[in-house]
């Protein structure tokens, strides 16, 4: 499957963006999809991840309550918004896509994965 992040930008603090994540190639109602991000001198992190029919979700402590993930299996497309958008959210993000199992929060156990997307946020 291919997929193709799109929607970063530069914003201020407190701003909201959408990212879109469109997949193609594959089945993507059959994947379990996740938003991960790395900034500069960091390691890839977990930011999200949301289950085959969108009603499974989990997010990494740093982002709940602010970012919301969701998907639209007739648009094979996964969503990230990101509210209350804080400078330490600065990174490129990345969707990715995975087959059932375990890990869901490992970079290491997903499949396929995007291009990314920078997001940079100022203060």
């Known amino acids: 499957v291919q997929l193709q992040a799109s929607g970063g930008g530069l914003v201020q603090a407190g701003s909201s963006l959408r990212l879109s994540c469109a997949a193609s190639?594959?089945?993507?109602?059959?994947?379990?999809m996740g938003w991960f991000r790395q900034a500069p001198g960091k390691e890839r992190e977990f930011v999200a991840r949301?289950?085959?029919?969108?009603?499974?979700?989990d997010y990494a402590d740093s982002v709940k309550g602010r970012f919301t993930i969701s998907r639209d299996n007739a648009k094979n497309t996964v969503y990230l918004q990101m509210n209350s958008l804080k400078p330490e959210d600065t990174a490129v993000y990345y969707c990715?896509?995975?087959?059932?199992?375990?890990?869901?929060?490992?970079?290491?156990?997903?499949?396929?994965w995007g291009q990314g997307t920078q997001v940079t946020v100022s203060s």
């Open positions: 949301i289950g085959w029919s969108g009603g499974n979700t």
């Open positions: 990715a896509a995975k087959n059932a199992g375990s890990g869901m929060r490992s970079l290491y156990k997903y499949d396929y």
């Open positions: 190639g594959g089945t993507f109602s059959t994947y379990i």
